[in-house]
């Protein structure tokens, strides 16, 4: 009998050209992210070439009960670390059926700005710095702090090494090795200030690449498989 582990870690490509492609976008708070599978029939790498989809935006907080239909429209494309092969993340913003941007979706606006030939020809280069903390899943307590109370002060943790001081230390090294793997152009990682507090950094990407890359890392960071819980600061 196979163990859920087996068929978690099955490499398609032995059996079939088709791949999965995790169609991710911005939800309704504008901080929260969402997310649904769909079959390709072969791999993809170039993101006009995705078909759109749509999802319920009255249950995201997006769109009225009576009008809920929203569009995706694919953007970016990474590997996926979770299911590996040829399956993808596909980083996506979300309009109405008539072709207009939904309010929450921001990259719309700044994909004109971006593209705009005087912008292009600046060739922007943007560096991200993105701090978080890990949360014990149970209690959604730090991790590193005593449940119910509070750590030592502050001095010993920023960058700080050891297991009494870098706490998560395995689990940021997986993120970080994750990105990589999925074509992320992130460029370092270090400890903050507080323990389980840590910090990532995105680029230099150019353009709207640097936003693009950065919602994908929280994507990897938050869809952990239900390994950690983290909140970003």
């Known amino acids: 009998m196979a163990l859920l582990?087996?068929?978690?870690?099955?490499?398609?490509?032995?059996?079939?050209?088709?791949?999965?492609?995790?169609?991710i976008w911005i939800g309704g708070s504008g901080m929260d992210l969402r997310s649904k599978a769909r079959t390709l029939e072969g791999p993809v790498d170039d993101p006009s070439k995705l078909p759109k989809w749509n999802y319920d935006g009255s249950s995201t907080g997006q769109a009225p009960g009576e009008d809920s239909e929203v569009i995706l429209y694919?953007?970016?494309?990474?590997?996926?670390?979770?299911?590996?092969?040829?399956?993808?993340?596909?980083?996506?913003?979300?309009?109405?059926?008539?072709?207009?941007a939904i309010p929450t979706n921001k990259r719309s606006a700044a994909a004109k700005i971006f593209s705009h030939p005087d912008v292009v020809a600046e060739e922007p280069w943007y560096g991200i710095e993105q701090e978080y903390t890990l949360l014990k899943k149970e209690v959604h307590w730090p991790i590193g702090?005593?449940?119910?109370?509070?750590?030592?002060?502050?001095?010993?943790?920023?960058?700080?090494?050891?297991?009494?001081?870098?706490?998560?230390?395995?689990?940021?090294?997986?993120?970080?090795?994750?990105c990589l793997y999925a074509g992320i152009n992130i460029s370092g990682i270090n400890g903050e200030v507080m323990p389980?507090?840590?910090?990532?950094?995105?680029?230099?990407?150019?353009?709207?690449?640097?936003?693009?890359?950065?919602?994908?890392a929280r994507y990897i960071l938050e869809d952990n498989r239900n390994c950690w819980s983290c909140r970003f600061l």
């Open 74 to 100: 694919p953007q970016a494309i990474f590997k996926d670390p979770f299911r590996r092969g040829n399956n993808i993340l596909v980083i996506c913003d979300a309009y109405t059926p008539a072709g207009e």
């Open 145 to 178: 702090w005593p449940v119910g109370g509070f750590p030592g002060p502050q001095g010993p943790y920023y960058c700080g090494i050891g297991a009494d001081k870098a706490f998560g230390r395995d689990i940021v090294d997986a993120h970080y090795k994750a």
């Open 196 to 216: 389980g507090q840590w910090e990532f950094q995105v680029g230099p990407s150019v353009g709207i690449s640097a936003g693009d890359e950065l919602w994908a």
């Open 5 to 23: 582990s087996d068929l978690v870690n099955l490499n398609l490509s032995d059996s079939t050209e088709k791949i999965i492609a995790e169609y």
